[in-house]
């Protein structure tokens, strides 16, 4: 990641995105190589230096004051993450390409995925027709994600093992339906399976 913020136009972007969810960070840079580490020792130098160079976040105290984080040691998984995906799907929206996110929820505060996935729904930010084609478990997606019905799939494992992927466009829906009560209420399947998992703990009920 430091290498990819040496360029202007990404460190531009992603300065100014963090800034909107994170008001207490000033600026994010790569730092120089610790080449040395004992991983990357079997590495030839040009490829050790740009796979260690650490990432600093910069964070404005309360008195005008800045201090510097590292990224790896000193930051959360949450920060981590969406300075990835800030580098990530803020170049995909540049040029409109398509991006691939498993779990794009995960370490994030569901208002912030909320706000990623209507990156891709907006004009105005994605003038280009950029694609997120992205696996979730956040069911607030189905009700505050400005989400289509053509752009909701499910997928359904059976008993066998096999998986069913279908659109909930394909599904009649009633008329004002709230697709996360109603899918949580198993209206459109795609529901795992469970056993009795009171019993795991000696409960009967």
């Known amino acids: 990641m430091a290498t990819m913020l040496d360029n202007q136009e990404v460190h531009e972007r992603v300065h100014n995105f963090i800034q909107q969810i994170d008001e207490s960070i000033d600026d994010v840079f790569g730092g120089e190589s610790q080449s040395s580490a004992d991983h990357l020792r079997d590495l030839s130098p040009e490829m050790a230096k740009v796979l260690n160079r650490p990432v600093t976040v ?56 909320r706000r990623l996935v209507r990156l891709f729904n907006a004009p105005k930010t994605n003038p280009k027709n ?49 697709f996360e009560n109603d899918y949580i209420g198993g209206r459109y399947g795609a529901i795992p399976y469970f056993g009795n998992v009171a019993e795991v703990g000696g409960e009967t009920k």
């Open 58 to 113: 910069r964070r404005k105290r309360p008195d005008g004051a800045t201090v510097d984080f590292d990224l790896d040691r000193e930051e959360s998984a949450g920060t981590k993450k969406i300075l990835w995906l800030a580098a990530y799907l803020l170049g995909i929206l540049e040029y409109g390409s398509v991006a691939f996110a498993d779990e794009l929820e995960a370490r994030l505060h569901p208002h912030l995925t």
């Open 130 to 178: 950029a694609q997120l084609v992205f696996v979730t478990h956040d069911t607030n997606l189905l009700t505050y994600g400005g989400l289509r019905r053509d752009q909701v799939w499910f997928c359904e494992k059976n008993r066998t093992g096999s998986t069913d992927l279908y659109s909930l466009a394909e599904i009649k829906v009633r008329k004002g339906a709230r």
